[in-house]
């Protein structure tokens, strides 16, 4: 098994880069909507974000919520409430993302609003970046705020070229950026829930010891997660091993020609990441 004491270190350079050229953008938007996993709400926000957002508008969206328990996701977006964020989630492939984003983010300009409106203004568009760390649906959103045919606006003075305004309607206008990811976390938790999302690479953590600790999660507050995908009706009265030769069995994972436990373990968490073992989450707010 992992030992606690051994920290676990992924900061790829690129993403540090990234994380360093976003401090200039942020102050060029009136919105940054943080884009989380709704099934780890925490390890999927970049530490560092708070700080180099400051003062300015801040929304969480907490993404894959078909994925995500559901009264959990409640417990995240009141939790965000008491920090002063305003939060939504949302299946980003098939909710009206853009009309979400509108309502949630209405009474936050409202102000602003009524100013255009009292000068005669023409209701300018509100200036909103992305962001989020690697896998979390960022660009899954990025792509549902574009649509089909919303045209690129022309770099503006001071920007590199690589960062594009987009047009996505009147009401707003979208700065694409990186996905960013800190460089090291000193809570191994938050670390090996992120490993769970598939945010950091598959090789940072052995497929079978990551898999232990999904179990472990798993028997903890979801024991019949594995009945209607393995039919394994309570996985709390079994051993991890037990559990594994079960799914390589019903699944016919062999190595060999005898059940594979790597194999098993490989398909759970690929199941996990893919949402399809049913609305489970990894963090619940304060525990």
């Known amino acids: 098994m992992i030992t606690k004491e051994k920290n676990i270190h ?20 009136d919105l940054v909507v943080e884009v989380v996993d709704a099934r780890a709400p925490y390890a999927s926000r970049n530490p560092f974000l708070k700080e180099l957002i400051g003062s300015k508008t801040h929304m969480l969206l907490l993404s894959k919520d078909d994925f995500a328990d559901p ?21 980003l492939k098939k909710d009206r993302i853009v009309a979400r984003l509108k309502e949630t983010s209405a009474p936050l300009f409202a102000a602003k609003r009524e100013k255009e409106a009292r000068l005669g203004m023409k209701k300018q568009p509100i200036r909103v970046m992305v962001i989020g760390v690697p896998n979390v649906g960022k660009s899954t959103f990025i792509n549902s705020l574009r649509g089909k045919a919303k045209a690129k606006v022309q770099n503006k003075a001071g920007l590199t070229r690589s960062e594009q305004w987009i047009n996505v309607n009147e009401d707003f206008m979208l700065l694409d950026t990186p996905g960013v990811l800190p460089m090291n976390y000193e809570d191994r938790e938050t670390a090996i829930n992120l490993a769970l999302l598939g945010t950091m690479r598959e090789d940072v ?3 079978e010891e990551l898999a232990e600790i999904l179990l472990a999660k798993l028997k903890e507050r979801y024991p019949s997660a594995l009945n209607a995908r393995f039919d394994i009706p309570d996985i709390s009265q079994l051993s991890d091993h037990e559990v594994l030769i079960s799914i390589a069995k019903r699944r016919g994972l062999l190595d060999k020609g005898e059940p594979s436990t790597y194999k098993a373990a490989y398909l759970l968490l690929k199941e996990f990441k893919d949402g399809v073992l049913g609305r489970l989450s990894l963090e619940i707010p304060n525990a």
């Open 205 to 207: 953590l052995p497929h």
């Open 71 to 91: 009264e959990v996701t409640k417990l995240w977006i009141e939790e965000a409430k008491k920090d002063g964020v305003v939060a939504f989630a949302g299946n």
């Open 10 to 29: 992924y900061f790829p350079g690129h993403m540090k880069k990234a994380l360093r050229e976003i401090a200039p953008y942020v102050k060029l938007v």
